[in-house]
């Protein structure tokens, strides 16, 4: 799996957008850009993940530039609930039998 | 609530003792993932089920750890004679064939304290 960079914490204002960028500059062309979410004592939730297109759902939005090298989760409108562990995974979907790898992540903080 | 549930919650015990864990994961999902996180630090993988059939273990897994899927519905992970160190949170996944491997529910996890 490609290697991920993310900065380690983050703070938004409660009602803004927060943006979450991850740096994967070694992605492969068949691997995909997936983005998890982890709330203080619970366990990690999945969010989005995408190939190339810019995708949305109910949670969020993910936009991977042109060359793929960096993704950025955006959340419209944050509120407190929000604030979490985020975490960019980059991996070939369906390849191998293995589980996810897990950096770090961004701890993003919501400020009321 | 995803729908994926793991008993105990916590758990203390003292170093040298077993302790079993269980996850129930969501009913239709054939495949289940055992984890591991400490402070600060990201999951990690340990083994994957693929219904009753254990197919990966990762290297984090000692001969101290064992993981069982009977029946391919829950999943029990054992660890014995404990260690200091194996105090973390572990946590259980599950996710369905049809959709992406990479998409997992994730249960509340087993906080383990070995004291």
């Known amino acids: 799996d490609a290697k991920t960079t993310q900065p380690p914490s983050m703070d938004c204002a409660e009602g803004r957008a927060a943006n979450l960028p991850c740096n994967h500059s070694t992605i492969s062309g068949n691997e995909y850009v997936y983005w998890y979410r982890q709330i203080h004592s619970q366990g990690p939730q999945y969010i989005i993940h995408?190939?190339?297109n810019n995708e949305t759902n109910e949670m969020a939005s993910l936009i991977i530039t042109e060359d793929r090298k960096s993704s950025t989760l955006i959340l419209p409108h944050a509120t407190l609930r929000d604030t979490a562990v985020y975490y960019c995974?980059?991996?070939?979907?369906?390849?191998?039998?293995?589980?996810?790898?897990f950096g770090k992540g961004t701890h993003l903080i919501i400020q009321p | 609530d995803t729908g994926v549930s793991q008993d105990p919650r916590h758990k203390i015990t003292k170093r040298g003792q077993n302790v079993t864990f269980r996850c129930d994961p969501i009913s239709e999902h054939n495949r289940l993932y055992w984890y591991r996180q400490t402070l600060g630090q990201g999951p990690e993988f340990l083994t994957y089920?693929?219904?009753?059939?254990?197919?990966?273990k990762s290297r984090l897994l000692s001969d101290r750890f064992s993981a069982e899927r009977p029946k391919g519905s829950f999943s029990t992970l054992e660890i014995q004679r404990t260690e200091q160190g194996d105090s973390a949170m572990y946590l259980c996944?599950?996710?369905?064939?049809?959709?992406?491997?990479?998409?997992?529910?994730f249960g509340p996890g087993t906080r383990l304290l070995v004291l």
């Open positions: 995974i980059v991996r070939v979907e369906g390849g191998g039998a293995d589980g996810l790898t």
């Open positions: 996944a599950s996710s369905p064939l049809g959709r992406s491997r990479e998409t997992q529910y």
């Open positions: 089920f693929q219904n009753e059939a254990q197919l990966e």
């Open positions: 995408g190939l190339k």
